[in-house]
């Protein structure tokens, strides 16, 4: 039975591939939208793993506040802009950026959520911190984990819901705004249950662990 520490290293490494994935998308910020999407669904699923309380609100602030400005990947993204050679030259870096960035974040979530219960508790300056170091590192953790799987092929794709509103007109993104923050208790537990589910399929977590989880879920209802 693999314990948390080896679950959440899997869904680490599995969002680092998605994000390198997303990250040599060739549409100039389209692929910087798409790595956060995917760094929050990872957030999700750690929570999930470590027992505790998502909020997406906050996973969003969360992430902002640790990577900052994200001047790294929006630089990389926007040299996509220049016809033909950006779009070669954007990418290679995009994809080492991104999945160093989701590395690093990865690392970080990891070590908070390991000693913390709540996931408004985390130490930012220290996270700060640990991302900057940790994102060095991912560069060439990046480069090897690519070179072990044979990155080319495409791994299946989390939810990305959240990204899904950037893609409508602004009077859709405005009309719809209070509706997609309010989510009912039950959406919460129902949304667990989901990712819960993700990670048995994904060989994550076993049987016995997913039915475990389960029942302390369903518990909330």
């Known amino acids: 039975m ?15 591939l998605w994000s ?48 900052g400005a994200g001047v790294a990947k929006v630089g990389a993204s926007a040299v996509k802009t220049i016809p033909v050679v950006g779009a070669l030259l954007g990418g290679v870096p995009m ?3 991104s999945g160093a960035s989701t590395y690093a974040l990865g690392q970080v979530f990891k070590s908070q959520l390991q000693v913390t219960t709540v996931l408004s508790k985390f130490d930012m300056s220290g996270a700060k911190e640990m991302y900057k170091d940790a994102f060095e590192k991912g560069k060439q953790y990046v480069k090897d984990l690519r070179d072990r799987v044979g990155f080319g092929e495409k791994p299946g794709t989390p939810e990305a819901d959240d990204n899904k509103g950037d893609q409508t007109d602004g009077k859709k993104d405005s009309d719809n705004s209070a509706d997609s923050k309010q989510t009912t208790g039950d959406d919460a537990v129902f949304e667990k249950l989901r990712i819960l589910g993700d990670l048995r399929d994904k060989g994550i977590l076993t049987e016995d662990e997913f039915q475990q989880k389960k029942q302390k879920i369903l518990a909330q209802l």
């Not at 693999?2 to 680092?16: E, G």
């Not at 040599?24 to 999700?44: C, E, F, G, S, Y």
């Open 95 to 97: 994809v080492v950026l």
């Open 20 to 67: 390198m994935g997303a990250g040599a998308l060739p549409i100039p910020i389209v692929d910087v939208a798409a790595v956060t999407a995917i760094q929050l669904n990872m957030l999700k699923e750690l929570c999930l793993i470590y027992d505790v309380d998502y909020s997406d609100g906050f996973g969003k602030n969360l992430i902002s506040s640790i990577v």
């Open 2 to 16: 693999a314990d948390k520490s080896t679950q959440a290293d899997r869904v680490i490494d599995n969002h680092i």
